[in-house]
């Protein structure tokens, strides 16, 4: 099926910000006493609340306060931000631009509460590019769940089967998946693994190369 539409994650595809989330959840969790590495970190990347909180726990033990250790990690990385701004992803521009020329319907699908994304966006003048925002606070199960997705593509008016979705996390892309998107992987701080696999239509070390699939 012609794809009509293209529903991206935000973190780690059109910003670089993953390596941030990495880096300031390993040191609020540290500043509470959890060794948090980056492998931990990658593992929650885009995931809702709940799994992330039993994943987290099940590594850390029961003691690990989810709500305390994200406030921490909040706080630390809007003063980096603060001080040292944010970056696009190379191409990010570029890419959000072509996809208009084309005449494709675009969306955002993430995690990040919808005020921090669209602020992030304006701020690197990203945000009018995209037809719709939709943050995790506006579905009822977040990434790996499809919710998300299916709500993306019903607001460009579209099938799912007609979106192209990028993402870059292992979360994002079941999340993508489940809901019957044609799922690209954008690399970014790791690959495709062995789960990934069933969900993916196509792997991409950058958006130079997802053009080519538009």
């Known amino acids: 099926m012609k794809i009509k539409g293209v ?3 935000m973190d780690g595809v059109i910003l670089d910000s993953e390596k941030l989330y990495v880096r300031f959840w390993c040191e609020a969790a540290r500043f509470y006493g959890h060794p948090m590495e980056q492998k931990h970190a990658l593992g929650i990347r885009s995931m809702n609340k709940r799994f992330a909180s039993e994943k987290l726990k099940g590594w850390f033990g029961n ?3 989810y709500d305390a250790v994200r406030r921490k990690r909040i706080e630390l990385m809007d003063k980096y931000i603060e001080e040292n701004g944010i970056e696009a992803k190379s191409g990010a521009k570029h890419f959000l631009s072509c996809v208009k020329q084309k ?4 969306a955002l699908a993430t995690a990040t509460p919808t005020e921090r994304a669209e602020r992030y966006l ?3 003048d990203l945000y009018k590019y995209f037809d719709e925002i939709v943050c995790s606070s506006m579905v009822s199960n977040g990434k790996p769940e499809p919710d998300i997705y299916l709500l993306a593509s019903e607001k460009l008016g579209l099938k799912p089967c007609e979106c192209l979705a990028l993402e870059d996390s292992h ?3 079941k999340s993508a998946g489940r809901a019957g998107c044609k799922t690209v992987m954008v690399k970014d701080l790791d690959g ?3 789960e990934d696999k069933p969900y993916l239509y196509a792997v991409a070390d950058s958006l130079a190369e ?3 699939l538009i």
């Open 63 to 65: 003691d690990f306060d």
């Open 171 to 173: 979360n994002g892309i």
């Open 122 to 124: 304006k701020r690197l």
């Open 192 to 194: 495709p693994d062995e």
């Open 103 to 106: 005449g494709l319907k675009l």
């Open 7 to 9: 529903i991206s994650d």
């Open 210 to 212: 997802v053009e080519k």
